[in-house]
């Protein structure tokens, strides 16, 4: 069986969505999963200031934090983050630095990788932050497992075809984008299973 990590971080609730849509996606093709939130790095304080962002926190209590056995139990892995001034948030940023032990043994290299983002507006950085994790797939030796325009849906949310892309505002995640993160769950567990050991 194909192993796949979800590895997100979600202020607001719509990267989470994503995140289990993207899993739901990979589940479907027979994969097994672990949808996993990284640790928030705000203060408390700053984090009761804003309402959505407090009650997003106390209704994913229940989702595990991610830690490194999470990458190295994987076959594949799905990093979600919204985009912050073009690029990863702080907190999946933080922990992507931890992994330096695993980089370090070959343990992420061969291993399919994808990314999905959002951002308040359309040209808010969605790409960039998308690329940027990219960056770091690179690095491991990790085989990048990019949308492309391989599905009608891709067209349909929106055209991004590096990744999974959400203009957030206060709406609720359009239906497009969460079949469109569906879609690449199942792109990433198909890649995944091919080429694992």
Do not use: C
């Not at 994503?18 to 093709?29: D, N, T």
């Not at 932050?129 to 960056?135: D, G, K, P, R």
């Amino acid at each position: 069986m194909t192993n796949i990590a979800v590895i997100y971080y979600s202020a607001y609730g719509h990267t989470y969505e994503l995140a289990k849509a993207l899993e739901a996606g990979a589940k479907s093709s027979g994969a097994q999963t672990r949808l996993r939130k990284v640790r928030e790095l705000a203060p408390d304080e700053v984090i009761a200031t804003q309402k959505g962002w407090a009650d997003h926190r106390v209704a994913t209590q229940h989702v595990a934090e991610a830690t490194l056995d999470d990458l190295d139990w994987a076959d594949g892995f799905a990093f979600g983050t919204p985009t912050r001034f073009g690029a990863p948030s702080a907190q999946l940023k933080q922990f992507i630095d931890t992994a330096g032990p695993l980089w370090l043994k070959g343990a992420l290299a061969d291993k399919a990788a994808t990314s999905f983002s959002g951002a308040m507006n359309a040209h808010g950085g969605q790409e960039s932050t998308i690329l940027a994790l990219n960056n770091v797939f690179y690095h491991w030796g990790s085989i990048i497992v990019p949308l492309g325009y391989t599905d009608p849906i891709v067209y349909e949310s929106g055209g991004n075809p590096y990744g999974t892309s959400n203009t957030a505002g206060d709406a609720p995640v359009p239906d497009p984008v969460l079949k469109t993160a569906f879609y690449q769950g199942t792109r990433l567990a198909r890649f995944a299973s091919l080429i694992r050991p």
